[in-house]
């Protein structure tokens, strides 16, 4: 991976000079305090799909190097939510965003802002393995080879692999369609294939809902290995699963109209993962986390 700032390379990929994604000017002294870098900042964040509300006035910081989850009832708009951090919601026509994100400083709906280049940076691993029906290897080459990326494939692929703690299973194997491997296995192939790419961010929506508990395991040591490298938002609607691998914890309600015609999501509390599920602020956050609502 190169050792250029991730920051200044999230500026660079994104095609974008403007200085308030750059690496700013007290960056390593917030980092000596003790801060963490914002990678994402939301405001005031509301979807609409057409005219029916998805996600309302959501604020709030998601850090560098930390794993954030977002829990909460079906319907209350979390994956709704993930989706807008790497403009997936665009690819919805009636989907609407207001308000705003920035990430690294930059709007990241700005006019100037390609969206393609946003999902390079920040890469997405959905609920069910989708791995391309093509061998191992091709499937992690795939997208260096489609951004054109230099150095050596082989390495690129070995180290994506190593990266996903799936090397040792697959080493002599790596020409077989990965349709062979195990729904485990293959959801951490759609993790090696999403840092192929150098990703700055992994998005993970319910990775672990359609897997075994001995995967989950595997999958939920991976993530707390990969937030050394990445800054990590996880959909889960698994409470211990938060618990037990997130730094930070956003816990989601569903509002409805007065005639219950409308609804839509919004964050009742968001805060460290211990205090949420120890001592949360919120009374609706405590009844939900303790099993009296779901």
Request: aromatic letters at 6%; proline letters at 5%.
């Amino acid at each position: 991976m190169t050792d250029e700032p991730r920051t200044e390379r999230a500026a660079t990929r994104l095609g974008s000079n403007h200085p308030s994604i750059a690496l700013e000017a007290d960056f390593e002294g917030r980092l000596s305090a003790g801060t963490k870098e914002t990678v994402f900042a939301l405001r005031d964040l509301s979807v609409h799909y057409a005219e029916k509300p998805a996600v309302k006035h959501v604020t709030m910081d998601i850090r560098r190097n930390e794993i954030t989850a977002l829990i909460g009832p079906s319907g209350c708009g979390k994956s709704t939510l993930i989706r807008c951090l790497n403009r997936m919601n665009d690819l919805i026509p009636s989907a609407r965003v207001e308000g705003e994100l920035l990430y690294h400083g930059e709007d990241l709906y700005g006019p100037k802002v390609d969206p393609v280049q946003v999902r390079k940076l920040i890469g997405m691993v959905f609920q069910k393995p989708n791995p391309f029906p093509k061998s191992i290897y091709d499937n992690i080459a795939f997208g260096p080879r489609t951004l054109g990326m230099k150095g050596d494939m082989d390495e690129i692929v070995e180290r994506a692999l190593r990266s996903a703690a799936l090397w040792d299973e697959v080493k002599d194997r790596l020409g077989d369609n990965a349709y062979g491997m195990s729904g485990g296995q293959q959801q951490r192939l759609c993790i090696a294939r999403c840092i192929a790419v150098e990703p700055d961010v992994i998005l993970m929506d319910e990775p672990c809902s359609a897997l075994d508990p001995i995967s989950t395991g595997k999958i939920e040591d991976l993530m707390m290995d990969l937030k050394e490298d990445y800054s990590i938002v996880i959909v889960t609607h698994n409470m211990q699963q938060a618990a037990r691998v997130s730094d930070r914890t956003a816990f989601l309600i569903v509002e409805l109209t007065a005639d219950e015609t409308n609804r839509w999501g919004e964050i009742v509390e968001y805060d460290d993962t211990e205090k949420i599920f120890t001592n949360p602020s919120d009374q609706r956050t405590e009844d939900y986390v303790t099993g009296k609502v779901g």
